[in-house]
């Protein structure tokens, strides 16, 4: 899934062998449920627009 939540998120620009880790994270408070959330791992004319892909999430915040 080119868009999947277990993608990983760093790609160094594609230039190193180990360039898919997960080091990008989003903590949410027992009071923010997760709706959905993906890795999104477009590149534009095959290029990298950063070195990290963005971690997208939908998110409910619960009324205390």
Do not use: C, W
């Not at 180990?18 to 095959?46: A, G």
């Amino acid at each position: 899934n080119k868009n999947g939540s277990n993608m990983n998120t760093y790609n160094d620009f594609g230039k190193t062998v180990e360039m898919h880790k997960k080091i990008d994270f989003i903590f949410v408070s027992k009071h923010i449920k997760v709706i959905n959330h993906l890795v999104d791992q477009t590149r534009y004319n095959e290029l990298y627009p950063s070195d990290h892909y963005p971690v997208i999430a939908n998110l409910r915040v619960d009324q205390k």
